[in-house]
C-alpha cells in the first residue's frame, strides 16, 4: 500500500472535517488513564490538574482504569462480598472514580470507566488471590494448565459464575457513578485462542455435541466459533444489563484489530457491531511507524469490515506512549490526519502520561493542530 503524502493528508483531514470555519466540530478527543506510570489517581488534587490538562487542550472524553490486578479503583460491594477486598488499598478512604466523575464533568469531559483486566485474573502471579479464592474458576489450556497468555492469568469467560462477577461489578459502575458509560478492552470479553479446555468448558462442549470432546487443536475452526459465540453473547449481556439500568449509557470496546483479535482472543467484534451491543468501539491500531498505522487502520475501516451502514461507531485508539517509548509528534499528527481523512472522526490515546512527557510536547502539537478549537462529542451525554 502506498504511503498517503503527509501534505496531502493534512489537506483530506480539513476537507473532511465536519462543520466549516467557526463551527465547533464533532469529534471524540479521548485518552485513557491509567494507574500505571502515572500518579494522577493517587490523590484529588492529581486528578483534578490532569481533568484540567485535558480540558486546557481540548479533550473531551476520559477513560479512567476501574478493575485491574485483581481489585477496583472504587469501594466495590462485589469485591468485598467475594473476597474480602473492598479497594486497591493503595485507595482506601477515598474513591478515585467518583472523584474523577466529579473532577471531569465539572469541566465538561465525559467519564468512561475501563475494566481494564477483563477476565485476566493476574499478571505473572499465577492466577493471583481470585484464582486462589477460587479455583474452579480458572481457564485451562489444552494441557490442564492454568491458562497464560503474554504474562496474563486467566479466569474461565466461559463459566457463568465468572461472567456473572464480572457483570455484577459493571452493574455497580453503571447503578452507582454518573458515569457516560462503561468498557470493555482486549480482555473483555475475551478469552486466548489456547484455552477453553476447563472442566467447565469440555463439559459445556460435550453437552452440546453428543458427548464428543473439545478439538485438541485449539485453533480448529469450528472450535474457535463455538468458543467466540458464547464471548458474543456475553458482549449482548453486558450491553443489555447496561442499557437496562441507564439507557443513555455508552457501552464501548476496546478490542485489538480484527481478525487478529477473533484468532487470538476470540473478540469477534465486528458481530458485537452488527448485532447493536457496541455503541463506540476503540480498537487498538497501536503501531510503531506512520507505515503500519496507516495499512493497519484500512483493515479497521467499516468498509473493510463488513459494517459500511454503521457510521460513528469506530474510533481508533493510537498508541503515544508506553515505556520509554513516545510518538514523535509529526507522526502523532499524521495519524490524526489520517483518521480524519479515512472517515474516522476521532480517537483515544493510550495513554495520558504521554501527552504531558517532555514538557507536554504531544499535547501541545495536538492543541496548535487538529485539537485547536474545542469539539462537540458524537453522542449525547447526561454532562
Known amino acids: 500500500m502506498k504511503t498517503i503524502p503527509p501534505l496531502l493528508l493534512l489537506a483530506l483531514a480539513l476537507l473532511a472535517a465536519p462543520g466549516c470555519a467557526g463551527d465547533r466540530p464533532v469529534e471524540l478527543r479521548g485518552v485513557w488513564l491509567t494507574n500505571v506510570d502515572s500518579r494522577v489517581l493517587e490523590s484529588r488534587a492529581g486528578i483534578a490538574e490532569a ?10 472524553i476520559v477513560y479512567p482504569v476501574v478493575w485491574n490486578k485483581g481489585v477496583t479503583l472504587y469501594p466495590s460491594a462485589v469485591m468485598d462480598s467475594l473476597f474480602g477486598i473492598r479497594i486497591d488499598t493503595m485507595y482506601r478512604g477515598r474513591d478515585p472514580l467518583a472523584e474523577v466523575v466529579e473532577e471531569a464533568h465539572r469541566r465538561g469531559i465525559a467519564v468512561v470507566p475501563w475494566f481494564e483486566f477483563g477476565f485476566s485474573s ?7 488471590h481470585l484464582l486462589a479464592r477460587k479455583p474452579g474458576w480458572a481457564a485451562r489450556d489444552g494441557s490442564g ?11 474461565d469467560a466461559y463459566n457463568p459464575e465468572v461472567q456473572e462477577f464480572l457483570l ?3 452493574r455497580e459502575v453503571a447503578s452507582g457513578y454518573d458515569v457516560d458509560g462503561v468498557q470493555g478492552d482486549d480482555r473483555l470479553p475475551a478469552q486466548p485462542s489456547e484455552g477453553g479446555y476447563s472442566e467447565y468448558t469440555r463439559s459445556l ?9 473439545p478439538p485438541a487443536d485449539f485453533r480448529d475452526a469450528d472450535w474457535l466459533r463455538w468458543r467466540a459465540d458464547i464471548l458474543n453473547a456475553f458482549a449482548a449481556r453486558v ?23 477473533y484468532e487470538e482472543y476470540l473478540q469477534d467484534w465486528p ?27 484500512a483493515t479497521q475501516t467499516p468498509a473493510a469490515l463488513g459494517l459500511s451502514g454503521r457510521k460513528n461507531v469506530i474510533y481508533p485508539g493510537v498508541l503515544i506512549s508506553l515505556g520509554p517509548y513516545l510518538i514523535p509528534d509529526d507522526e502523532l499528527t499524521h495519524a490524526v490526519a489520517t483518521n480524519r481523512a479515512m472517515g474516522f472522526n476521532g480517537e483515544v490515546f493510550f495513554f495520558f502520561e504521554g501527552l504531558r512527557r517532555e514538557n507536554a510536547r504531544l499535547a501541545r502539537a495536538l492543541l496548535t493542530t487538529h485539537y485547536a478549537r474545542p469539539a462537540s462529542l458524537p453522542f449525547p451525554t447526561r454532562n
Not at 494448565?145 to 486467566?154: Q, V
Not at 450491553?239 to 483479535?261: D, F, N
Not at 458481530?271 to 476503540?282: C, E, I, K, N, Q
Open 205 to 213: 462442549y460435550r453437552r452440546q455435541h453428543g458427548g464428543a470432546e
Open 51 to 60: 481533568m484540567q490538562f485535558l480540558a486546557d487542550h481540548n479533550f473531551n
Open 122 to 128: 493476574s499478571y505473572k502471579l499465577n492466577g493471583g
Open 239 to 261: 450491553h443489555g444489563e447496561v442499557k437496562a439500568i441507564k439507557p443513555h449509557l455508552l457501552v464501548t470496546w476496546s478490542p485489538s484489530v480484527y481478525p487478529w483479535s
Open 271 to 297: 458481530a458485537w457491531v452488527r448485532a447493536g451491543h457496541a455503541d463506540l468501539v476503540h480498537p487498538q491500531v497501536y503501531r510503531y511507524s506512520h507505515e503500519e498505522y496507516l495499512s493497519t487502520l
Open 145 to 155: 494448565a492454568l491458562l497464560l497468555k503474554n504474562g496474563f492469568e486467566w479466569m
Open 168 to 170: 455484577a461489578m459493571i
